[in-house]
Structures are given as C-alpha cells and as structure tokens.
C-alpha cells in the first residue's frame, strides 16, 4: 500500500497494481481510498478523521463481517481487519518516507488522504481501480462520503425460456439486501455503458472500451440493444443523404 500511495502522491509512473496472479491494489481519488482485489472479492480501506482521532477503515466488515462502518467512526475505532492494519502501517511508512513529524503533519501537506476534509455529497462518483485475475473490472464509488468497492461479476438473465450469463456491477456493501440494484451499482453499470459509447464515437462500431488497462471486462449494455453510435462524419453524410432525397 505504501508504494502504491508513494507513486500516486509524487505523480510517478503508476504501478501495475498487482501483488500475485490473485491479489490486486490500487489507489483511487489521489490516494483517498485503496481498492483492494482478492481473487473476486474487492473491498476498499480509507483513513478518515473523528474526534480528532485517526481513524482506518474498510468495506469487509472486519473479523465478524459485520461491522458497521458508521458506528465505527462515530466510536473512533478502526475496523479490526488486516487491511486497515495494513493501511495504517502504510501511513506509518509514508511519514517517514516524506520526512514528516507525524501523520497530522502528512495530512496537512496531502490533504487527499484524509476523508473528512471531503464534503460529502449525494453525486455519485465512480472510480476505476484495476481488474481482478480474470480481467473483470473493479470500481470504487464515492457517495455521500463514504467509499464503497463494486466488482464486476456475471449474473444470469431470463429473457422468455433462454437463460443467459451476463456480467453485471455488483456492490460490497453489507447493508444493501440486492447488491446488483443498489445506487452504487446502478451508477457502474451506467458509467461502463458510457465508456463503450464514448470507444463507439471516437473509433467506430464495435471498437473496445479502452480504460485505464487492456483486455478489462466491464458491465455488459443495459436494457435494449442500443442503436449503433456514429461518427460526426457519418451522421453528417447520413442528414445529406436524407437531404437530397427530398
């Protein structure tokens, strides 16, 4: 984690992200949360403030899996799992790596890392991180100030008697009973259909979304089969076309 935040904060070459053919890490937001990989779980682990007090946390939900990360903060206590320990050690290692006094020292000069400077608001804002062993995607969602990890993972449609696999964004989150419906879902699943719209303009029907790394599996199109997306230049020869008709 230390490394992967050293590369973010000092504008470096970014990393691969990877730790093993299973384990993936990346930062996200300028170093404001850390998306974490195991083989197709994903979690996301920050460092917020409370009380005055340094607080480290994390989507898994702790040892017991159920750990209410609201009621963490409010008590000022850090999820007691590993990778908040290790997010914490990491901190450790960034203050002395930028040769500061103390972590109160490192936020004031990286104010990214600290959560609580960041208002909190009802826009969802979606992050890609990296992509798991099986080249499916991993978001971080940022709403109302609190991160949550989305995986990209296949669900079966019905359509009439055909059953078919399809792949979906599917939430972390604990406290959500349908994690393919939740807002945090809904808004990747509508960022992958924007990214393919925006691959099918600037290069063409059929053309890959490119995101940050190749051969990434996003979210499959949502609804109807959308009508195919035009070039400028087509949609222009397409109206004059039509033009010299009438």
Known sequence: MAIELVVV????????????PIYRLA???????????????VVVTRMTRSRGKAVFLCSCGGRGRAVSLEVRQWLSISTNCFHARALRKAFELLVAHFRKVSVDALL????????SRTLATAEKQVFYATKSHKKRSLFAVLCAGTWSSVG?????????????QIMRASCTRL??????????AKAVNYWCAEARQAAEVAGGVGAPAMVEE???????????????????????AAQ??????F
């Open 108 to 115: 004031q000069r990286y104010t990214a890392l600290d959560n």
């Open 9 to 20: 904060l000092s504008n470096s070459q970014r990393s691969p992200g990877s730790l093993s």
């Open 214 to 236: 190749a051969d990434v599996i996003l979210a499959d199109p949502l609804g109807r089969r959308r009508q195919p997306v035009r070039s400028p230049a087509a949609q222009a």
């Open 240 to 245: 004059a076309e039509t033009d010299a008709r």
């Open 27 to 41: 930062a996200v937001g300028g170093g404001a949360a850390i998306v974490l990989g195991e083989a197709e779980k």
């Open 175 to 184: 406290s959500f009973i349908d994690h393919w419906m939740c807002k945090h």
């Open 152 to 164: 990209i993972r296949p669900r079966f449609g019905k359509k009439g008697t055909k059953r078919r």
